[in-house]
């Protein structure tokens, strides 16, 4: 009985629809929008392409516009699948239909662990710019002894956290704060960590994003802690200079 569910779940995915760019089959694979991979199959000869349709390096430009990243971690999963990756196409041929499943499974792989790795190194990246710019923003304002970059902190649940900076008072009291990029991958990682720290005595929390996040992550993340655009940090840089450190 259970097989039939699981027959009727995945009827989708053996549908095979003719376009311009080949055969189109939707893969069990997801784009880090969730997003399913397809992938296109041409005959060509005796043999077969299966491709893409450059889907990967799309997705991963959609995320953080930088084609560099996004070429050089789709061309590792190109190298680590036995893919050509030219043009911005994964491809995989194959000279016989009984490869067919291989290629169809090494390109959607490749696709979706190739936008995942760009998508990773795009955010890591906008989010270390933040953070560099948060701390020296801070410096003018905070004295350096009372700021820690990457500070490690303990949550509730016992798991270490690693914060952006840290802005620290002689009574020990801790304000942590952590640069976020529009992705879900960032908010859902800001959230967890502010979430197992929230109510935590002496210890307050701040979210600092650079006004591109979607209202409903704001009010997401507005649930564990204050969250302030770039723009608003040298405002609390300047009560921060008349409160001698003190908390946010």
């Not at 929008?33 to 299966?50: A, W």
């Not at 194959?94 to 190194?121: H, M, P, Q, R």
């Amino acid at each position: 009985m259970t097989c039939e569910f699981v027959k009727k779940a995945l009827l989708s995915y053996h549908l095979c629809e003719n376009t311009s760019d080949g055969a189109r089959i939707k893969t069990t694979c997801l784009y880090p929008s969730f997003e399913p991979v397809h992938v296109f199959i041409v005959k060509v000869g005796d043999g077969f392409h299966v491709h893409d349709g450059g889907a990967a390096r799309k997705v991963a430009w959609s995320h953080g516009r930088d084609h560099t990243i996004s070429d050089r971690q789709i061309q590792a999963q190109a190298e680590n699948f036995g893919l050509i990756y030219e043009d911005g196409v994964l491809t995989a041929k194959v000279s016989t239909s009984d490869w067919l499943e291989s290629a169809i499974l090494s390109v959607s792989n490749a696709a979706s662990f190739g936008a995942y790795k760009a998508v990773e190194k795009i955010i890591r990246a906008a989010e270390e710019s933040l953070q560099h710019r948060i701390f020296e923003t801070l410096k003018d304002y905070v004295p350096e002894k009372h700021l820690t970059k990457e500070f490690h902190f303990k949550g509730e649940s016992g798991k270490d956290h690693v914060f952006d900076v840290a802005v620290t008072t002689d009574g020990e009291f801790v304000t942590l704060i952590d640069a976020v990029t529009p992705h879900h991958v960032s908010i859902s990682a800001k959230y967890v960590s502010f979430a197992d720290m929230k109510s935590r005595e002496n210890t307050d929390g701040i979210i600092v994003h650079d006004n591109h996040i979607l209202s409903e992550d704001k009010l997401l993340l507005q649930q564990v802690a204050e969250v302030l655009p770039f723009t608003g940090l040298r405002t609390r840089g300047s009560m921060l200079a008349h409160h001698q450190a003190r908390p946010f």
